[in-house]
C-alpha cells in the first residue's frame, strides 16, 4: 500500500474543538457512568460537547437525560455495539477531535488537556492516555502484565511519551475527519450489549489509519490519565480464560485483515514480557514462599496459553488469508450485519 507522506492537517487550523463520547448501554454502570460524566466536565480543559450514545436500552437513556446535566448530549446508537456507537459519535460530533472515554472510567482533571495537548502536533492522528485499574477488591487484583484483561495499561506497554500502535480504548482521541473518512470503527469487532464476543476494534481502526498515513501518527500520551473500574467479577479464573479466548480471536481475525505486521506490538509483548515476568514469579514464590507470586504465575501462563490456543485454532480454521485493504473490514461488518 501506498502511504500518505504528507501531513492530513492544516498546520494553520485554528483552535482545536474537541468532543468527550462516553458509550452506555446498562443500568448497572448507571452510577459509574455518572461519574464519568462529572469527571469530564470538572477537567481543567472543559470539552466543546459531551456526547452520550446508548446502545440498545431506552430505559437507561431515559433516565441519563434526566439526571445529566444539559450540556450532556444523549442519543440512541443507531448501530449495533460498541464500534457502531463510537462511529456514529464521529458523525455527529462538533469537535475537530473526539475524545473517548468508557462508562465505568473516570477521568483525573488534567486528562482533557493532556490528550488534546498531542494533537498541537498536525502529524499526530490519533493518541491515547495511561489507563490505571480501579480494583473493586484490590486483594484480587490481576498481575500488571495482564493488566489489558481488565481495559488497563499493562506491563510491557511504552511509559514514555511516543508512537504506539494504538491506544486503549477506555482512553483515546482521534482526528473526526480523518476518521470518518477511512470509515469508522469497523462494526465486526467489538462488544455488543456488554457480550464480549469479540475485542480489538481498536487496533483494526488504528492499523488501517498507520497503514494509510505513517506508524508515528498515533501518540502515547502518559500524563492523560483515567482510573477504568475492574470488578471483582473481572478477576477470576473463569473470565481470564473468557477473555483471553476472545483476544487471541480476535487478533486472528486482524491478522487475516493486516498480515503479520499488525501483530509486532504483540510479537514484542510476548517475547520481552510474558516469559520473564512467570519465571520471575515463580522464582520468587519458591523463594519467598509466596503464594501471591505463584497466583500471578499461573494466572499469566494461562493468559498467554489461551490467547496462544485460540489465535492459533482461528487462524486453522479460517486459513491465513492476505491481507485485505480496508474495504475489506467494510465487505466483513457487513456481513456481520446481516447476521444480526
Not at 490505571?132 to 511519551?161: N, Q
Amino acid at each position: 500500500m501506498t502511504r500518505s507522506m504528507e501531513s492530513p492537517i492544516d498546520e494553520r487550523d485554528e483552535a482545536l474543538t474537541i468532543s468527550v463520547v462516553v458509550c452506555a448501554y446498562t443500568m448497572e454502570r448507571f452510577d459509574e457512568t455518572r461519574r464519568c460524566v462529572a469527571s469530564v466536565l470538572a477537567g481543567d480543559r472543559h470539552p466543546d460537547e459531551v456526547l452520550l450514545i446508548v446502545d440498545e436500552n431506552p430505559m437507561l437513556r431515559e433516565r441519563l437525560r434526566e439526571v445529566l446535566p444539559p450540556e450532556v448530549q444523549v442519543f440512541d446508537s443507531d448501530g449495533h455495539g460498541i464500534s457502531d456507537a463510537r462511529t456514529m459519535a464521529l458523525r455527529i460530533a462538533i469537535g475537530s477531535v473526539v475524545a473517548f472515554i468508557d462508562d465505568d472510567a473516570w477521568a483525573e482533571p488534567s486528562w482533557l488537556f493532556e490528550l488534546s495537548s498531542a494533537f498541537q502536533d498536525a502529524d499526530v492522528l490519533g493518541a491515547g492516555g495511561r489507563v490505571e485499574p480501579d480494583w473493586e477488591d484490590p486483594s484480587a487484583a490481576l498481575p500488571p502484565e495482564i493488566y489489558w484483561v481488565v481495559g488497563a495499561t499493562y506491563r510491557g506497554h511504552r511509559t514514555d511519551a511516543g508512537p504506539i500502535s494504538r491506544p486503549l480504548g477506555c482512553n483515546m482521541a482521534v482526528r473526526r475527519e480523518i476518521f470518518l473518512k477511512l470509515g469508522g470503527f469497523p462494526s465486526a469487532f467489538g462488544p455488543r450489549s456488554g457480550a464480549k464476543m469479540s475485542s480489538n476494534e481498536e487496533l483494526a481502526m488504528f492499523t488501517t489509519i498507520t497503514n494509510h498515513y505513517s506508524d508515528e501518527c498515533i501518540h502515547y500520551v502518559p500524563a492523560a490519565v483515567v482510573h477504568h473500574f475492574a470488578p471483582l467479577s473481572r478477576c477470576t479464573f473463569r473470565y481470564l480464560l473468557s477473555r483471553s479466548t476472545v483476544e487471541g480471536t480476535s487478533k486472528a481475525d486482524i491478522r487475516r485483515l493486516f498480515g503479520s505486521r499488525a501483530m509486532a506490538a504483540d510479537r514484542t509483548y510476548v517475547i520481552e514480557v510474558i516469559g520473564s515476568s512467570v519465571f520471575g514469579y515463580l522464582a520468587g514464590a519458591v523463594r519467598d514462599r509466596d503464594p501471591r507470586s505463584l497466583r500471578a504465575a499461573a494466572l499469566v501462563a494461562s493468559s498467554f496459553l489461551m490467547t496462544t490456543g485460540a489465535y492459533l485454532t482461528r487462524l486453522a480454521r479460517t486459513g491465513v488469508l492476505r491481507p485485505r485493504s480496508p474495504a475489506g473490514i467494510a465487505r466483513m461488518s457487513h456481513a456481520g450485519s446481516m447476521h444480526q
